[in-house]
């Protein structure tokens, strides 16, 4: 079973807003909360490795913010733009008003990329 690690509280992910956190000491996620829902992904667009922090949010859409990749928030694929590759996906769990985050990625296929 995988770990979980507390990314904030509930207040700390406006809605819209992409916010980075580093989860197993070097490893950038993004967490996004969207349509009353909170998503974690990976932190860096596939196509040319920027963060994703800044990007654009559309419902369960994540927009990259250089040249528009859209990722799917739920599944991690790609949907749009140039990048060819989806992003990793991480379980959300609320328990209060603290956020954990799978420190394993649900997509084993979409290894995060490492800086
Ligand atoms: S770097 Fe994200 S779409 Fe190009």
Redesign the pocket.
Known sequence: MSEYVKVGTLEDFPPGEVRSRIINNDEQISVVSSDGKLYAVGGW?T??K?SLRGSYVEHQWLW?W????AFDMETGARMD???VDGIPVYDVRVDGEDVYVSAEAKTSDLKPISH
């Open positions: 667009c196509h040319l920027v990259c250089l040249h528009y990749s733009g140039p990048a």
